[in-house]
């Protein structure tokens, strides 16, 4: 039964009798309440360490299907863990800015000839995900669009996500402000060299289009990053890019010489992204590790869409063997997985004379969707707190640091100023011009090794 406080106190009288009477655990309970209030307020404030003179924080999610998230859906996002158990702070502080290879989105059809039993592209992660009608990411990030135009058809990959929130969460629960995530994946694509129907957008860094409006896969990535800063420029806005996370190899595990190939193409891939995508000096390129076991162990029958790649004996040229040969394929699978997976280990090996380290991180374990192969919500969720959590950050810092990160007296966002010369910007044999670039990361002044908004020292070293 409920009853008001009306009745509960029946009279006025007996609120100065009960103030009376319990006013010492009343001030001991305001005590207590208000700075807890106060904390859970400042905790899930967005606007906690945004200073005016903060860079945004750049990171980059490429890959195939299991960056786009296929079997992830949005409205399966957990909810966030806050006190106040609201959705968490960070799906709305945080600016994404996803895209598509192709620019097509459910128009394209290409996919649908190929894989029948797919609903539509989306499941193939082959939408265009800068928002509703293919408008580009540029409208997305100007509207700060991370609510409706997510779970809204033809939206964010028909309502799919990746590990972008899990990337966005972790770092929102470190403390980070100002991060916008730039998200570019294609299902199926291979990091291989292809001639396959099926892979018309291959990853390979080599590899050209002849039609602009189908831009091969790391061709869209550098445009849309390049799109992403020229836009944070015309703002106004300071950058960094602090981390490349990649998520990829699984359509290379199907053809022999793409696994053949996959270590020298995934080292090409690292060190041109490091260049084009203008990596801090510190940040790191992260690998998610592919792993197809759970698919190769578990599905069965293998046709449709239970993982059907294992019946697969070639895909350039195309070539599917009967189901019941599929069994004689499984050890080339796993022969090849294994190649690929090598691969990818040894790349993240070979970083010993570099300073933008090369990580990787294991997804065997992580949680497969329907179709066997593809991580569900909780599964990327905890792949992006992997990725965010393998390396040491580029150094940010908060509160009365904001605007001034190396307390050197000179704002974040007036550090632009280039380099020292005797340490100029080389990029692909070009002196490239750090100088009110945009770009917080290239620019050194005393040629350290450490960027102006992190170096209070002029001379070696930054003093932080
Ligand atoms: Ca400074
Ligand atoms: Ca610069
Ligand atoms: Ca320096
Ligand atoms: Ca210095």
């Known amino acids: 039964m409920k009853i008001s406080m009306k009745q509960f106190f029946k009279k006025d009288r007996d609120y100065l009798l009960f103030v009376n009477k319990y006013w010492r655990q009343i001030v001991v309970a305001l005590v207590l309440l208000i700075p807890l209030y106060l904390v859970v307020s400042y905790i899930n404030s967005p606007a906690k360490a945004d200073g005016n003179n903060e860079p945004y924080s750049i990171f980059i999610l490429a890959g195939q299907s299991l960056a786009a998230g296929v079997a992830s859906y949005r409205e399966e996002l957990p909810e966030g863990t806050g006190i106040t158990f609201q959705n968490d702070p960070a799906d709305t502080a945080t600016k994404f800015w996803w895209a598509g290879s192709n620019g097509q989105g459910l128009n394209d059809q290409l996919i649908k000839a190929f894989f029948p039993f797919y609903d539509g592209p989306g499941q193939m992660g082959w939408d265009y995900?800068?928002?509703?009608?293919?408008?580009?990411?540029?409208t997305r990030l100007l509207d700060n669009l991370n609510g409706p135009q997510t779970t809204a058809i033809n939206a964010q990959t028909g309502g799919l996500f990746g590990s972008e929130f899990g990337i966005a969460r972790n770092l929102y629960a470190m403390g980070?402000?100002?991060?916008?995530?730039l998200k570019v994946s294609y299902g199926f694509q291979s990091l291989g060299q292809s001639n396959s129907p099926l892979i018309p957008f291959d990853w390979n860094v080599n590899s050209t289009s002849n039609d602009p409006d189908r831009p091969k896969s790391y061709a869209q990535l550098k445009d849309q990053f390049n799109k992403l800063t020229t836009y944070l420029k015309s703002q106004g806005e300071k950058y960094t890019v602090d981390g490349i996370?990649?998520?990829?190899?699984?359509?290379?595990?199907?053809?022999?010489?793409?696994?053949?190939?996959?270590?020298?193409?995934?080292?090409?891939?690292?060190?041109?992204?490091?260049?084009?995508?203008?990596?801090?000096?510190?940040?790191?390129?992260?690998?998610?590790?592919?792993?197809?076991?759970?698919?190769?162990d578990n599905s069965w029958p293998r046709f449709n869409n239970y993982c059907d790649y294992p019946s697969a004996k070639s895909i350039d040229p195309i070539e599917f063997v009967d189901t019941l040969l599929t069994f004689s394929i499984n050890p080339s699978m796993s022969r090849r997985l294994d190649e690929v997976r090598t691969a990818q280990q040894a790349v993240a090996d070979s970083d010993q004379n570099t300073r933008q380290k090369v990580d990787i991180v294991e997804t065997g374990d992580l949680p497969r969707g329907y179709d066997w192969t593809h991580l569900t919500a909780p599964g990327q969720i905890e792949l992006g707190r992997r990725f965010v959590n393998m390396y040491r950050l580029p150094t940010r810092y908060t509160d009365s640091r904001v605007n001034d990160y190396d307390q050197d007296g000179t704002d974040n966002a007036q550090e632009d100023t280039g380099r020292g010369t005797?340490?100029?910007?080389?990029?692909?044999?070009?002196?490239?011009?750090?100088?009110?670039?945009g770009n917080l990361g290239d620019d050194d002044a005393d040629c350290d090794g450490y960027p102006n908004y992190l170096d209070a020292v002029n001379g070696p070293g930054s003093g932080l």
């Not at 995900?129 to 540029?138: I, K, Y």
């Not at 100029?424 to 002196?431: A, G, H, M, S």
């Open 176 to 181: 980070r402000r100002k991060v916008i995530i």
């Open 129 to 138: 995900s800068g928002g509703s009608n293919n408008a580009p990411g540029s």
């Open 422 to 437: 005797s340490c100029p910007l080389i990029v692909k044999e070009q002196t490239i011009d750090a100088n009110n670039n």
């Open 245 to 296: 996370f990649w998520m990829q190899g699984e359509t290379d595990t199907l053809q022999d010489s793409y696994a053949a190939a996959y270590q020298q193409n995934l080292a090409d891939l690292v060190s041109n992204a490091k260049e084009d995508l203008q990596l801090h000096p510190s940040g790191h390129f992260v690998i998610g590790k592919t792993n197809m076991n759970f698919c190769i």
